[in-house]
């Protein structure tokens, strides 16, 4: 087993630890009901204490055949969706910032980057399942990512050299870096300046979407909480990664909202969760999503 297997293996392990964190932080974080460190697990049905044999990511579940094994409620299929979701997005994560490819060393320089993504990840994961659940997204998880990402972005600037700049010549994620080469910390400088025009342009985005919203449909139609996450998003993407998360979770909105409409008759759609799948289209498949837009683009100037 090489080195790289081995990194693989421990970001899946660490992603389905994660992911059972944060079924905890699903179900406690917005109902405020219990500290989402300090008490331990409990069957919501039969109130047992779930020792730590049966609290076993994915293991735990397939033995127990998604049964408590005290009252043998049913648990729900989806907390072994959240693991395993947060362990492949953690594999996929440490394949594209861990692994070094090189062979120069055992990890690769963009280390700090596997750990950043993780926990944005993780917290694009909460912020799903909390909307999808009870249609808010939590303040502790979009406010914090909010004053977080910028300080974060001005002492590891990498963190805005990714995206449209990585893969499409001529677009600028990182606009003031030749002005502040100069200047002491000029790169730092201009990765902060970068992470708060993406906050900025991602919350303004969504609230403008918002007021012709409310003027042509006469109702609602983006949320304070979209706003925020959106501005959390834009952060960590630049003001470029904040309009094409936007742009694909519109597009996969009105997709999959058709679908979710006519099998369940619900007309009202928390957007929430498509800002976040757009997010991490974003980090994985952009180079594809630039591809197909550059492939589209000639093929309309061919017919033209």
């Not at 918002?210 to 959390?232: H, N, P, Q, S, T």
């Not at 904040?242 to 759609?269: E, N, P, Q, R, S």
Request: hydrophobic content about 55%; overall charge positive; glycine content about 12%.
């Amino acid at each position: 087993m090489t080195n790289d297997h081995v990194l693989l293996i421990w970001c899946g392990l660490m992603g389905l630890t994660v992911g059972s964190f944060l079924n905890v932080v699903v179900y406690r974080l917005p109902r405020k009901c219990m500290s989402i460190c300090g008490a331990r697990s409990a069957c919501p049905k039969c109130r047992k204490m779930i020792p730590w044999y049966d609290n076993i990511p994915v293991v735990s579940y397939l033995l127990l055949r998604g049964r408590c094994s005290n009252c043998r409620a049913p648990i729900s299929p989806r907390y072994m969706l959240v693991e395993l979701l947060t362990g492949a997005l953690f594999v996929a994560l440490g394949w594209k910032y861990l692994v070094d490819w090189t062979g120069g060393g055992f990890v690769a320089e963009t280390w700090p980057l596997f750990a950043i993504y993780a926990v944005y990840v993780s917290a694009l994961i909460a912020c799903t399942f909390i909307d999808v659940d009870l249609r808010i997204i939590p303040n502790e998880i979009s406010l914090g990512g909010m004053a977080l990402v910028p300080v974060i972005s001005f002492f590891v600037p990498a963190l805005q050299k990714q995206g449209l700049q990585a893969v499409v010549e001529g677009y600028v994620n990182f606009p003031w870096a030749g002005q502040f080469a100069s200047l002491p910390w000029g790169e730092n400088i201009a990765a902060l300046s970068c992470s708060l025009l993406g906050l900025l342009f991602g919350g303004g985005l969504i609230y403008v979407v918002a007021v012709f919203g409310r003027i042509i449909f006469r109702k609602e139609a983006m949320g304070g909480g979209d706003l925020k996450l959106l501005a959390m998003i834009g952060a960590v993407a630049g003001w470029q990664g904040a309009l094409v998360v936007f742009l694909l979770a519109c597009f996969v909105g009105a997709i999959l909202g058709v679908v979710v409409m006519l099998f369940t008759k619900d007309h009202y759609m928390p957007f929430g969760p498509y800002l976040a799948l757009g997010a991490v289209a974003y980090i994985f498949v952009l180079p594809i999503l630039v591809g197909l837009y550059d492939w589209y683009v000639g093929l309309l100037m061919g017919q033209a």
